[in-house]
């Protein structure tokens, strides 16, 4: 752990000298993509020794497989050769290393590789063999119409900015990002035929990184002072389940888990900082044309402490992955793609049984929520009053469910978590199969569009933001709230 704040401290030093000396205008995409490759190479070897050449055996051997494969089935290959490594590497860092330490967790870094490996693999499939009438508009957007060389793959999976913790971050944003054509500007006449491309003002992310490090402070301060005097452990002590009454083993569940999250918020938020002072993640301008450096953040504080829902909880915790599950399994299921986009996440993550044991429950607490929101959510909203009330009542429902959903993925083993959810008399799993047995799944409503039990468990919210991350940029206020249909992205939004 020492060993990745040092790293990362680093990292965040080297992407100020990286923007400020190896700017795109002052040199060559080329200079930019070996210096980026070789520094996070090195802060890889530095933080986990020769394990980190499973890094490179993992990139090297998917490069190869895309060459040799061919476009039509790569996305395929690539997948399991990927998934798969990742799990032999997480198998042998669990059982053969300590259980349940971190001191040799290489397996972290190789988790964002592999959703990079993966991502990529599938958009030039989509873009070198799918014909584009068949791909959805966001498929279309992402879509990579040349096969990168091995430094630019190299440099997307091992450059220093994500090296150690990501975040994941689309193939043609990070090339964007390294030609320096981040902040230009796309305009469509009215007719949609013609483009015409200015360049716009390099925007400065001092302000977003002093922001995010403040953020990460405040975050490291919590982890070390409160995190240790409210472990998750002490749930499942014998003499706490026996004299402590239910509201205060509710209490202190919400409580002790809400602890565990601020090391998340450091380690992803620092993440995002270091690709920031770098450069990478500018947005564009919000409404009052103030600059946004979220492109590729991975959460929402805020919204995920106050979500009145499950799913709202889960469009604005570890929002990369959560896109990287719905590009590459649910959109493309053939059948149950919310069971499915569930076991796909357990296995990315690892090994440990509480994994499988939070997904597996986390299907029951989605579809659950789904139908109860779906079916009783539209008698609330009328009234102002009855809607605070509404809310009120749903956030502490869905801390109670969030709460009692990840403590197998904070306990890891089996018995523990059996214990914990035996202790409660696994009444969440039972309310969540009365409430399908009650509630139809879907619902639709006269004059309405498709009703949200049909949409993804990420929201509408979510992919639109990602979809108009290029192309929201304006160089004033007024241009950035001009309703134009400009690039494939807007049109999505459209839609």
């Known amino acids: 752990q020492v060993n990745f704040v040092v790293c990362q401290l680093f990292a965040l030093l080297a992407a100020v000298w990286f923007r400020t000396y190896l700017h795109s205008s002052k040199t060559s995409p080329f200079i930019r993509h070996v210096v980026a490759t070789l520094l996070g190479l090195y802060l890889a070897l530095f933080c986990f ?48 290393f300590d259980y349940g330490q971190y001191s040799a967790d290489f397996s972290g870094p190789m988790m964002i590789i592999t959703q990079k490996i993966t991502s990529l693999a599938f958009e030039i499939h989509d873009g070198m063999f799918r014909k584009n009438e068949d791909l959805t508009p966001s498929q279309r957007c992402l ?19 994500g090296i150690l913790a990501g975040p994941l971050c689309s193939y043609k944003d990070y090339i964007t990002f390294i030609e320096g054509r981040s902040y230009q500007l ?5 007719n949609g035929k013609e483009d015409t491309k200015y ?8 302000i977003a990184v002093a922001q995010k490090l403040l953020i990460c402070g405040l975050s490291l ?9 409210l472990p998750v452990e002490y749930n499942i002590d014998d003499n706490f389940r026996a004299t402590a009454s239910w509201p205060v083993r509710f209490f202190y569940l919400y409580v002790s888990l809400m602890a565990a999250r601020p090391k998340y918020y450091f380690a992803w938020t620092l993440a995002d900082a270091i690709n920031n002072a770098a450069g990478f ?23 995920i402490e106050f979500s009145t829902s499950f799913k709202m909880f889960l469009d604005n915790w570890n929002i990369q992955t959560a896109l990287w599950l719905k590009r590459v399994c649910y959109e493309r299921a053939t059948f149950s793609p919310t069971i499915q986009t569930f076991i796909l996440s357990a296995i990315w993550h690892g090994v440990y049984p509480g994994y499988y044991l939070t997904f597996l429950t986390g299907v029951l607490m989605t579809l659950a929520a789904r139908a109860i929101r779906n079916n009783i959510r539209h008698y609330f909203v009328e009234s102002p009053a009855v809607k605070l009330c509404y809310d009120i009542v749903t956030w502490m429902a869905t801390q109670a469910a969030i709460s009692y959903t990840v ?18 008399y696994f009444c969440l799993h039972i309310a969540s199969i009365l409430v399908l047995l009650v509630f139809p799944l879907k619902r639709t409503q006269k004059g309405s569009k498709k009703h949200e039990s049909v ?11 990602s979809l108009l991350q290029k192309n929201s940029y304006s160089t004033t206020n007024n241009s950035f709230s001009q309703k134009q249909e400009i690039t494939c992205r807007y049109q999505t939004l459209k839609q």
């Open 49 to 96: 020794g020769w394990y980190a050449l499973h890094f490179v055996i993992q990139s090297g051997i998917s490069y190869y497989i895309m060459i040799i494969i061919g476009v039509e089935n790569m996305h395929k290959y690539c997948f399991v050769f990927a998934l798969g490594y990742l799990t032999v590497c997480q198998i042998t860092r669990v059982y053969i």
């Open 143 to 161: 879509a990579v119409r040349r096969m990168p060389s091995l430094l630019e793959y190299l440099s997307y999976n091992c450059n220093f900015m």
């Open 186 to 190: 796309q305009q469509s006449e009215a």
């Open 199 to 206: 360049e716009q003002t390099d925007p400065s992310p001092n």
């Open 221 to 229: 301060l919590f982890h070390m002072t409160i995190t240790k005097t």
């Open 281 to 303: 993640g500018f947005r564009g301008y919000d409404k009052n044309g103030v600059t946004r450096w979220d492109l590729i953040s991975n959460l929402r504080i805020q919204q």
């Open 407 to 424: 403590v197998p993925f904070v306990l890891l083993s089996v018995k523990p978590s059996f214990t914990f959810y035996s202790s409660c």
């Open 455 to 465: 949409q993804p468990m990420w929201s509408r919210k979510l992919e639109e933001e």
